[in-house]
């Protein structure tokens, strides 16, 4: 596609549940990048993908948070046991080496 | 340990007065920097990005930055703001050897009549 392409936009979920957040990042893009924005906050690290090394997961608030990319291309951030504190943007950006990022427009997750 | 640090969390400035948006950065080798803009309720766009040259870059919307090794800055410029540019600002940064891209907090900004 011609952007980073985020799903769902919009995700609504009971506290206790697991969620999957999709991120499809531009073709031949070698690096990916998945940030948390609460409402009216910054960017918050989360996890760093790049080519076939092995990931940058520092970023992870929790145990809960996991993330994987597969065949160097799509990525899934998994949520499990989701709380009310989960709840923000969740914003994916790819990249190539040296190059800007590109951001998705965002995955708006909510946690009732 | 690779930072970056936007130290003004909110500026007010008013519309048509000048505006500086502070960008330091902790790096050991080469920077390369970027400004993003984020609108309310729209994505992040790129500003402007600085990778080596001349050290004072143009960007959209009238923006410049300029990159400053001697100070570890990178600050937003622009001569005359207009409401439209009320938003929030990120700044980032890479290097030649670790591209990962290392974000700001971002600074939100004001503009009044």
Request: glycine share 10%.
């Amino acid at each position: 596609g011609a952007g980073v392409s985020q799903s769902p936009s919009n995700k609504v979920t009971e506290k206790g549940k697991d969620v999957e957040l999709r991120c499809d990042p531009i073709s031949g893009h070698t690096a990916l990048y998945w940030y948390r924005q609460s409402l009216g906050q910054g960017l918050e690290f989360l996890i760093y993908f790049q080519g076939n090394s092995a990931p940058d997961k520092s970023g992870l608030p929790s145990d809960r948070f996991s993330a994987e990319r597969t065949g160097g291309s799509v990525s899934t951030l998994t949520i499990q046991r989701t709380q009310q504190e989960d709840s923000a943007v969740y914003l994916c950006a790819s990249s190539i080496d040296r190059g800007e990022a590109f951001f998705g427009q965002g995955t708006r997750l909510t946690v009732v | 340990a690779q930072s970056v640090t936007q130290p003004d969390i909110h500026i007010t400035v008013s519309e048509g007065a000048s505006l500086e948006l502070r960008c330091n950065y902790s790096y050991g080798a080469t920077p390369y920097l970027f400004w993003y803009v984020q609108s309310p309720g729209q994505g992040l766009q790129l500003l402007l990005k600085y990778f080596s040259g001349d050290t004072l870059v143009q960007g959209i919307k009238g923006f410049e930055a300029e990159f400053k090794r001697s100070q570890s800055s990178f600050n937003l410029r622009k001569p005359s703001v207009h409401w439209s540019d009320a938003a929030e600002y990120f700044c980032a940064v890479g290097s030649f050897g670790n591209e990962k891209l290392t974000f700001g907090t971002g600074t939100r900004l004001t503009i009044i009549p």
